[in-house]
C-alpha cells in the first residue's frame, strides 16, 4: 500500500491499522530450473535409491519431460529386482508403470500384502484383468480414510482412465476426491511427503491448478543441500528419494505448463 504525500490532520491518539504484508510472489517457471536442475543432480548422484519404485516415476518424468538424465531408470529398477528376490513379485507388478508389455503374472498377486497394493494395482492392469466387483466400494473408502489412500486413491483412478477402463461412480465424488488430495496441503511452513504426493499426483491428473501456489515457495524452500526432499522438511539429513521425486514431478510441471502431457502409463509398443 502507498501511502499519500498529501497533508492531512493527525488526531491525537489515533491507532493505525496493522499493515498487511505484501504475499510472497511464487517462482516463475524459469526460476524453477536451478531448482530442478539440483533435484536431478540428486538422483545422479545416488548410488542406490532408498524407494526402488522412485525410479518408475523417473521413467515417467524422461517421458513426459524428455529428462535424459534418466533414461536408464527403468534398467536401474530391473538390476535392483533381480537383487532382491523377497520383493521381485511386487516390484515385477509395478513395473508396468514403465513397460506397458509388463507380462502380468498372476502368482505374483499372490506376495501383494500393503493395502495401498491392493487399492492401485487392480488399476494398474485393469485393461487386462477387470476391476474386482467391490472395487467403487474400495475406491470410495480409500477416498474417506484420508492420508495416503486418499492419495493413492487418486493415483489408482489417473491408472483407471489411461487404460481406459470404468468405474462407476459420479462427477461429484471424482471433484470431490480432487479437493480431499488439494486439502491435504496445509498452510504452515512445513513440508511433508504426504503434501509433496498429494500436489504430485494432482499435477498427473491434469488438476494442478488445485494446489495453492504459496505451496511451491515452500516447496522451493524445503529443497536439502544435497538437491533432494526428505519427508519432514522439520528434520535434517541425507534426502529421500520418495519425497524428491514427488517435489520434481509437482516443480517440472509447474516449469512446463500444458494443457495436455504425455500419458503416466508407458504407452503401448508399436
Not at 145 to 160: E, N, P, Q, S, V
Request: with cysteine; hydrophobic share 40%; net charge negative.
Amino acid at each position: 500500500m502507498v501511502c499519500s504525500l498529501l497533508a492531512v490532520p493527525v488526531l491525537l491518539h489515533q491507532e493505525t491499522a496493522p499493515s498487511t504484508p505484501s504475499p510472497t510472489p511464487t517462482p516463475a517457471p524459469q526460476d524453477l530450473q536451478p531448482v530442478i536442475a539440483n533435484a536431478i543432480t540428486f538422483f545422479e548422484e545416488s548410488e542406490e535409491p532408498d524407494d526402488p519404485n522412485a525410479l518408475l516415476l523417473l521413467d515417467v518424468v524422461r517421458r513426459r519431460f524428455g529428462i535424459k538424465e534418466f533414461a536408464d531408470a527403468l534398467k536401474r529398477y530391473d538390476s535392483i529386482m533381480s537383487t532382491l528376490p523377497d520383493q521381485a513379485p511386487v516390484m515385477r507388478l509395478f513395473r508396468r508403470i514403465a513397460d506397458h508389455d509388463n507380462t502380468l503374472q498372476y502368482q505374483d498377486l499372490e506376495e501383494v500384502s500393503e493395502e495401498l497394493d491392493f487399492l492401485t494395482l487392480p488399476a494398474l492392469y485393469c485393461d487386462q484383468r477387470d476391476l474386482p466387483y467391490y472395487y467403487q466400494a474400495m475406491l470410495e473408502q480409500a477416498t474417506y480414510t484420508g492420508d495416503y489412500m486418499l492419495t493413492h486413491a487418486l493415483l489408482a483412478y489417473i491408472w483407471i482412465q489411461e487404460n481406459g477402463c470404468e468405474v462407476p461412480v459420479s462427477d461429484n465424488f471424482v471433484e470431490n476426491m480432487y479437493n480431499a488430495n488439494a486439502a491435504l496441503i496445509n498452510d504452515d511452513s512445513v513440508v511433508l511427503d504426504l503434501e509433496l504426493e498429494a500436489a504430485a499426483f494432482l499435477c498427473l491428473a491434469g488438476q494442478s491448478t488445485l494446489v495453492d501456489p504459496v505451496f511451491v515457495n515452500r516447496v522451493v524452500a524445503a529443497q536439502n543441500y544435497d538437491g533432494g526432499w526428505l519427508f519432514s522438511s522439520n528434520n535434517s539429513g541425507v534426502s529421500n528419494w520418495h519425497p524428491s521425486v514427488l517435489a520434481l514431478i509437482f516443480l517440472l510441471h509447474l516449469e512446463h505448463p500444458s494443457d495436455s502431457y504425455p500419458p503416466m502409463l508407458a504407452p503401448e509398443s508399436p
